[in-house]
């Protein structure tokens, strides 16, 4: 479920009714659900804040280097003729014949 951010709406001079809604706030809520118009606590009007999505690990994947998996303890072999495989690095046999 999203988690999404709330903050009072005030009239100009308006204070901020409770410690909730004091600052900007953030609720759990299924995304059917309607946006909340009251404070939970004490019931003052309240807006969703539209924020940008938390994109991490979106998009194109970066293969891990050679270094990284030798460092992991993996060995690779590389094509080198027909039917026929060299290692690049590891601790597996120096070639492969399949």
């Known amino acids: 479920m999203p988690i999404y951010t709330y903050r009072a709406v005030l009239e100009p001079r308006e204070k901020r009714r409770c410690e909730m809604c004091a600052n900007p706030f953030?609720?759990?809520?299924?995304?059917a659900d309607d946006a909340l118009?009251?404070?939970?606590?004490?019931?003052?009007?309240i807006e969703r804040v539209i924020q940008a999505p938390n994109l991490n690990g979106a998009g194109k994947v970066k293969a891990p280097s050679e270094g990284q998996l030798a460092r992991s303890g993996f060995t690779q072999y590389k094509k080198k003729g027909k039917g026929y495989y060299e290692k690049s690095?590891?601790?597996?046999?120096s070639t492969l014949h399949p």
């Open 89 to 93: 690095f590891g601790t597996g046999p």
């Open 26 to 31: 953030e609720i759990v809520q299924r995304m």
């Open 37 to 45: 118009t009251a404070c939970p606590k004490c019931g003052g009007i």
